[in-house]
């Protein structure tokens, strides 16, 4: 590996598991020191030990944990470089079908936790000179589905969300970047019980025929976009979005 993340601190949400997990894996590979956070304690730890890092048990939605979780890596690692926004969840359901409860719980989770997060760090990312917000929407974010209104409706936000950060940071003189990423259908966790909850339904089929490369992005094709985010070699991208989609936007 080329360490192009050599030297530099990395703290990554929701990477217990699925795409924060092999974000976090290729980014040690590339030499950064990384803190994995979860709300999955049990997973979290198994996965601090399978890959040799640290663990912070964070709940993206709470504040306090935010600040505790600073806190802890500017006392352990005395810097910050990189935050990947990554924790979220899935939900279907049409407008219609939708209740104001999972609504407010999709947006919380998804959108709220990037307003906090990247709030509560960029202090700490500033002191440290530069550094790059990665925030995890989606291909929802872009093009709407009729049954995923509050996933849909989050993920758009934080793509707007990341362009409101990024113009804010670009007035600094320690320029932190902010970027916003969107992936397609991705083999993780979230995608495959979609897939398995209803097989008469081939589901998997369907996903792929949106795209036209004609197959599900794996969790590496993700994890790569980002470490070049993170890098220094994307050090003039900021307040843009980068669609991981296999050709589907070009449709
Ligand atoms: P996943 O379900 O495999 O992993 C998500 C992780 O987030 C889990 O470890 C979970 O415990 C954690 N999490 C959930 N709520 C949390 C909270 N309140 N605080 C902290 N951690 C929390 O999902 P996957 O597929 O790895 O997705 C990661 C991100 O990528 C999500 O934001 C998702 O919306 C996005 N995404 C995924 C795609 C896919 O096809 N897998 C496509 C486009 C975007």
């Not at 995890?136 to 009729?146: D, E, Q, W």
């Amino acid at each position: 590996m080329a360490e192009r993340l050599k030297d530099k601190v990395a703290l990554i949400t929701g990477a217990a598991q699925g795409l924060g997990k092999e974000m976090a894996k290729l980014m040690i590979a590339e030499g950064a020191i990384v803190f994995i956070s979860d709300i999955n304690s049990t997973q979290l730890e198994a996965t601090a030990e399978e890959l040799s890092c640290s663990a912070i048990l964070l709940d993206v939605t709470n504040s306090e944990n935010w600040v505790k979780a600073i806190d802890q890596i500017k006392n352990d690692a005395g810097k910050l470089n990189i935050l990947v926004n990554n924790a979220g969840i899935g939900n279907g359901g049409d407008i219609e079908a939708t209740d104001l409860d999972t609504w407010r719980l999709v947006h919380n989770v998804n959108l709220d936790s990037v307003f906090l997060g990247s709030k509560h760090s960029l202090p700490l990312m500033r002191e440290s000179g530069n550094g790059s917000i990665i925030n995890v929407s989606s291909m929802s974010g872009i093009v709407a589905s009729h049954n995923t209104s509050a996933y849909n409706s989050s993920k758009a936000a934080v793509r707007h969300l990341s362009k409101s950060i990024a113009l804010h940071c670009a007035k600094s003189t320690n320029l932190v970047r902010c970027n916003s990423i969107h992936p397609v259908f991705t083999r993780t966790a979230m995608v495959q019980s979609m897939i398995d909850a209803a097989p008469e339904r081939n589901i998997e089929e369907k996903l792929i025929q949106q795209i036209p490369i004609r197959k599900l992005a794996e969790p590496i094709d993700i994890a790569n976009a980002a470490v070049f985010l993170a890098s220094d070699e994307s050090s003039f991208i900021t307040g843009t979005e980068l669609l991981i989609d296999g050709g589907l936007s070009a449709t």
